[in-house]
């Protein structure tokens, strides 16, 4: 699984902190990306990343 965090570009407009963030992913075994739509940075990573994670999933079980 992935959590992906928004607002890269903007870290006062943020409603968790980029450490909460990780926090989170670690307690949950969860992989940790930000992204920014404004400037389109880790969007598409974000989409391949999650896309490669659904796939190894399918065949593991």
């Known amino acids: 699984m992935i959590l992906v965090g928004n607002k ?6 943020r409603e968790i902190s980029t450490e909460e963030g990780k926090m989170l992913t670690k307690s949950e ?3 940790f990306m930000e992204t920014s739509a404004l400037d389109s940075s880790n969007v598409t ?3 391949e ?4 994670e659904m796939y190894k999933t399918s065949f593991i079980g």
């Open 8 to 13: 890269l570009d903007l870290k006062d407009a």
């Open 29 to 31: 075994a969860l992989f």
């Open 45 to 47: 990573t974000a989409f």
């Open 49 to 52: 990343t999650a896309v490669k």
